[in-house]
Structures are given as C-alpha cells and as structure tokens.
C-alpha cells in the first residue's frame, strides 16, 4: 500500500494520445445520447449513482485511504460528501430552463441552456473521488459527457466512480478514466473534440493548462492553491477558535489547497492561544490511516514529504521557532515503518515575509503571527497573490462580516473552518484560479446559453 507502508501497490499503464482519442470518442458517442435525453431522466441515473456511493460508503472509503494516505474517518466524510453532490445536481437536472422574453408586437425571444459536450476533468490527490463527483456531478446535469483524468499518484478510485456510473445506467462512455501525468493531460487539452476544461490542481500547472485551452478557444475551470489567513480576534470563542485552526490545518495531513495556513491571532490572547494550540496538535494520533482512533494518515509520497521538511528546515533558518512537531514518525507497526509519517507542526516567531508564510506548503504546519488592529490584520492578510479561502474567529457578528467582506479570497467562513456544503460555491481569487465548483454557480461552467430571437410580423429592414 503505497500511502501506508512505503510500497508500490499497483501499475496502471499510462494513457497515450491513441488511448486518449478513444475515450474522447466514446464519450462523444454516449453524450449524444445522454443529452437528449429529459432533465428528469438524467436526474434518476444520477440519484442511483448516489444511492449506490451510499451503499457502498465503508468499502469507498477503505479504497480511499489507501489511495492517498488520510485517515479512514476523513475519507467517510469525503465519500458522503461526493453522494450529496450527485444527489444535489440529480435535483438540478430537472429544473435547467432558459426564460422567455416578451418583445414589441407579440415578438418574442427565448433562451436555451445547452450542454458543452466531451469535458474533461483533471483531478488531484488530496481528494481524488470527491473531486471527481464534484466535476462530474454538474457536468453530468448540464448533459454532458466527462473523460477524468485522476492524479497518477492515486488513480484507484476514480476507476470505482467509472464502475458505479455504468451500473447506475449511464450511456456507455459518458464517464471515461485515463491514467497518466502531464503527457496524457496535454493530450486531453489539445484534442479537438474536448469543449471544457476543468482542473483542480497546482498554480504552475494551470497555468499551462490555459495556455493549451487557450489555442482551442476552450473554456476552463481553475481551483488552484492557496496560502489562506485565519483570524482569530481576542474575542472569539478561545475553545472554539483552537478546534477551527486545528481543522484549518490538519485535515488530510495539511494537503488541502484552502487551509487557513496563516494563522493570524490578536496580540492579547497571542500566548493562551498559541499554548493551547501546541497542546492539542500534539495529542493528534499519527499512524495507520485505516485504524478507527488515528486522526492524520502518512503524506502523499516521499518526495512531498522531503518538500514539506524542507519548508521546517527553511522556516528555522530564518527564524522561526517550531513549537511542536515537524519530525519525521515511524509508527510502532513494523509494516509502516516505510510510510510517509511526520508529526502535525506549529511554528511561533512566525513574520510575513518568512517563506513559511508566503509561499504553499501543502502539508501539517500552522504559522501563527500576532496582530493588533483589525486595519492591520487585513491588508497583511490580502498581502498575498493567492486568495482561495479565509477565515475569522470573533463574537462580534458586524466585525465578523466587515472583514470578510474586506478579504480577498473566493470562500470565506465564520467561526468554522473547511466546511464546504456542496449548495455553497467553491473557488477563489487572484491565482487560485476562477470558475466555480458546487452550487448553482457550477451550472454556468457546465451550460452555454443559446438565444433564439422571433419575429411575429413583418421583418423592419432598412433596405
């Protein structure tokens, strides 16, 4: 198991432009099908597709974690949360409508909401069959059809989505997998017959992924990185702040792309804060990831995790004081003792111009800084070229949501941290992309409107 005890758990052969090509066009095949099929018709496949996920929850689940490494109670919430968003888009098939517009002389106009055609969804590793669900699930809605490439880090579950769409009565095709790295992804963006792109990934590779859109004239969906603020003002709940930095940082060994990394916390509760954070981080069980009582799993793969130490080696260099953890862990198990294990890190001393603080470590370090004003904490907080999330711990609900207001950033929480209910759209600012997953917002990424304008009398010609 690759995840847990540092070994190879299987080989998936890589997807070439051929293999490419016969997905694209079995999908193009099935979505001729599917996209004229009702509203109402696609709405009960998907409604099976879910019951089917919910059934099989446990067994997912188990799949999941040993796919990417987190523990087996995060990954039942990310398989309940994947057959609530095939459940909440079977809702939405139905009710996709244009509206009807009245013009002079009993004219009229009407608009169409149309599907885009083959879609491509590139997924990434830190929640591969949610994010699959998430892409598919409104693509799917809309009467699209999908070719998913998963991370060629975890390619396992992405295959069991493909399994379960089959079973639940999709056309043929309509959900094609293809396995591979950047050469396979390259292959997806440059065919021809691909109408969308929507990516979930890395800063650098989305960048690519516009510039090969953009010579297709390809619409495209970006959810990038993050290097996202949490503010927790003196006022807050202290009980409750600790518990949301915790979940701003922790969750699937800190490699998700909103958490609230930069934890900014108002000088006068700086110290009980801090202490109380330290104290909980290092009562956090690190180990096998399929044992009921852990709470953070092994990292992706070696060299994430060598990545993620040299961010702790760069932060001590320049001057900031680990509190706790940033060690390597060896579990007790002797078939683990391969595994991608560190312990869960905060960092004090932290300052904003620290690459512990500016750049995305994607992996269980908090830096905490202190702050005095609330002026202060949000220009250093939108100091930053990303702007995917942001938190703010206070009792005062006015300052509560003059502040979001005020943050630059696409998802914004108060008093919680990394909830992402599927109803909510989810995406960011500046260079953590654009486009929108979840939500009605996602409808717009999936559909193209089509206006039919009609005469009632005589054409009015100048000629």
């Not at 998936?12 to 997905?23: H, N």
């Not at 099935?30 to 446990?58: H, N, P, T, Y």
């Not at 940082?249 to 006068?268: I, M, Y």
């Amino acid at each position: 198991f690759q995840t847990r005890l540092g070994r190879v758990l299987c080989k998936l052969p890589c997807s070439g432009e051929k293999e490419v090509d016969l997905a694209v066009q079995s999908a193009k095949a099935a979505f001729k099908i599917w996209s004229q099929m009702s509203g109402m018709e696609r709405c009960r496949v998907m409604l099976e597709a879910a019951r089917i996920i919910r059934e099989q929850r446990d067994e997912i689940a188990t799949m999941e974690t040993i796919n990417n490494g987190k523990s087996i109670i995060e990954a039942r919430v990310d398989i309940d949360v994947s057959w609530q968003c095939l459940e909440y888009y079977a809702g939405l098939a139905g009710s996709l409508a244009g509206e009807h517009i009245q013009l002079p002389g009993g004219s009229f106009g009407y608009t169409r909401r149309e599907p885009l055609g083959v879609c491509v969804g590139i997924g990434a590793w830190n929640y591969p069959f949610q994010i699959a669900c998430w892409k598919s699930g409104p693509a799917l809605a809309c009467g699209n059809a999908m070719v998913f490439k998963p991370s060629p880090f975890t390619p396992i579950s992405v295959v069991k989505l493909a399994e379960i769409f089959t079973e639940a009565g999709v056309p043929k095709g309509l959900f094609n997998v293809v396995q591979g790295g950047a050469a396979t992804g390259q292959f997806l963006c440059h065919h021809p017959d691909v109408a969308k792109i929507s990516f979930t990934g890395s800063v650098p590779t989305g960048m690519k992924i516009m510039e090969m859109a953009a010579k297709g004239i390809k619409p495209v969906t970006l959810e990038l990185g993050g290097k996202s603020p949490l503010i927790i003002f003196s006022d807050a709940d202290l009980e409750n702040a600790v518990k949301g930095a915790l979940m701003a940082n922790f969750l699937t060994q800190g490699e998700v792309c909103c958490n609230g990394t930069r934890v900014f916390v108002e000088r006068k509760i700086l110290d009980t804060f801090t202490k109380e954070v330290v104290k909980r981080t290092q009562k956090i069980k690190v180990g096998d990831p399929l044992l009921e009582d852990t709470r953070m799993g092994a990292l992706i793969n070696q060299p994430h995790l060598n990545r993620v130490q040299g961010f702790i080696k760069q932060a001590k260099e320049q001057g900031a004081e680990v509190l706790c953890g940033g060690d390597l862990y060896v579990p007790d198990d002797p078939k683990l003792k391969n595994g991608y294990y560190m312990r869960p890190c905060v960092l004090g001393n932290c300052k904003d111009d620290m690459t512990c603080v500016k750049e995305e470590i994607f992996g269980p370090v908090m830096a905490i800084l202190p702050f005095d004003t609330e002026e202060e904490v949000v220009e250093r907080a939108n100091t930053t070229k990303f702007g995917l999330a942001g938190g703010v711990f206070t009792r005062d609900i006015q300052k509560a949501h003059r502040v979001v207001a005020a943050l630059k950033a696409g998802m914004c929480f108060i008093n919680n941290y990394n909830v992402s209910p599927v109803e909510l759209p989810f995406g960011g600012y500046k260079f953590s992309g654009f486009g929108r997953e979840n939500g009605r917002a996602a409808i717009e990424y999936y559909s193209q409107l089509k206006t039919v304008c009609v005469e009632m009398g005589d054409v009015e010609s100048v000629f």
